[in-house]
């Protein structure tokens, strides 16, 4: 299937050199594509409760999509908000009494959810967790929803951060936060005039060693060819 890549926003911590040296090189030739995070357009009482992994995805979205239209969400994460879920847990082994707006935003679909009510958005949403293969989902739901000739954009978010100290030691993954957002559209003016890619099924044998999501954005940026476990997004 042919489409564009109509818009692409990636954000990732810049964290001191880590022992990943494929993950060094990934962060810095992404460096100057980085956007910074702003979310000065939600309204204060609503943003004085948003979480790091919160601001990423909202940040991103707005970034591509920056007129609020209208458009289908695919959200994937591996984890999800998984600091907050981490905190609630130890709130219950204390036998504290938890928030409900921290239990209501602790959910997996809950920043997706956010986005919608204050972007007014009611097109479709779909949260997705995969382990490591979350954003090659994204991908094939995007995939499978560009096929209904009544959609013709979607937008595709993935976010991810590093796990909490607790959970360090079930990493299996290099860490670092990050989100990546882009809009996929089948509309012929905008494969024809902008980054046209052809997303096609792959074998299913290929997989980065690094964040696939930061993999996806740096084949994205310099309009290269990639292979996830999969799927095969190349340029005509």
Excluded at 30 to 38: G, Y
Excluded at 90 to 104: K, V, Y
Excluded at 209 to 235: D, F, M, N
Aim: glycine share 4%; hydrophobic share 45%; net charge negative.
């Amino acid at each position: 299937m042919k489409c564009a890549v109509e818009k692409l926003a990636v954000y990732a911590a810049q964290p001191a050199l880590t022992e990943n040296i494929e993950l060094n090189k990934l962060l810095d030739a992404l460096a100057s594509e980085f956007i910074a995070l702003d979310v000065s357009w939600v309204k204060p009482i609503q943003r004085r409760r948003l979480s790091a992994f919160a601001k990423m995805i909202l940040s991103c979205a707005h970034k591509v999509n920056p007129d609020a239209q209208p458009l289908p969400i695919i959200f994937s994460s591996r984890h999800g908000d998984l600091h907050k879920t981490s905190d609630l847990l130890a709130q219950l082994q204390a036998h504290e009494p938890l928030s409900p707006t921290q239990f209501g935003l602790s959910v997996h679909n809950a920043v997706a959810g956010l986005l919608s009510i204050l972007t007014n958005n009611k097109a479709p949403i779909v949260a997705l967790a995969s382990g490591n293969n979350s954003i090659n989902s994204a991908l094939c739901e995007a995939y499978i929803q560009l096929q209904d000739p009544e959609v013709e954009r979607v937008m595709v978010i993935h976010a991810d951060q590093t796990l909490p100290e607790l959970y360090q030691e079930f990493a299996d993954e290099p860490q670092v936060d990050h989100c990546l957002a882009l809009v996929l559209s089948t509309n012929s003016e905008a494969i024809n005039n902008g980054a046209a890619v052809r997303l096609e099924q792959g074998d299913g044998t290929t997989k980065p060693t690094v964040a696939a999501a930061l993999s996806l954005a740096l084949a994205l940026h310099e309009q290269k060819s990639i292979e996830l476990s999969g799927w095969r997004l190349h340029y005509d």
